[in-house]
Nanobody, 126 residues
Framework: QVQLSESGGGLVQAGDSLRLSCAASGRTDSTYAMGWFRQPPGKDREFVAAMRRSGGFTYYADSVKGRFTISRENAKGAANLQMNNLKLEDTAVYYC???????????????????WGQGTEVTVSS
């Protein structure tokens, strides 16, 4: 099993930066890929970023490309999300996700992941 726990959220102003962390426990060396999703207030959960354990492949939603950066610490089984130039529309609960083997679906979909954290809230004000 893999247990995930997000941290680093908070209340910030537009233009500020935040760094979210996803701490993993259990078999931390077994993840094939990790990703970040977010759920804005009153909206569905949406894809943010993902990275494979090997190969250096990264994926970003168009809304965050150029502003957010995902990174992994494979030895710890952890994933970070650096968020720069935050906008009002970035307000959401951010979730970390992991999968231990390759799945048929793309890493941009929630169904491709087996493990989820409980979320960390990010609120951006003007």
């Amino acid at each position: 099993q893999v247990q995930l726990s997000e941290s680093g959220g908070g209340l910030v102003q537009a233009g500020d930066s935040l760094r979210l962390s996803c701490a993993a426990s259990g078999r931390t060396d077994s993840t094939y890929a990790m990703g970040w999703f977010r759920q804005p207030p009153g909206k569905d959960r949406e894809f943010v970023a993902a990275m494979r354990r090997s190969g250096g492949f990264t994926y970003y939603a168009d809304s965050v490309k150029g502003r957010f950066t995902i990174s992994r610490e494979n030895a710890k089984g952890a994933a970070n999300l650096q968020m720069n130039n935050l906008k009002l529309e970035d307000t959401a609960v951010y979730y970390c996700a992991a999968v231990t083997s390759r799945r048929p679906g793309p890493l941009t979909t929630m169904g491709s992941y087996d493990y989820w954290g409980q979320g960390t809230e990010v609120t951006v004000s003007s």
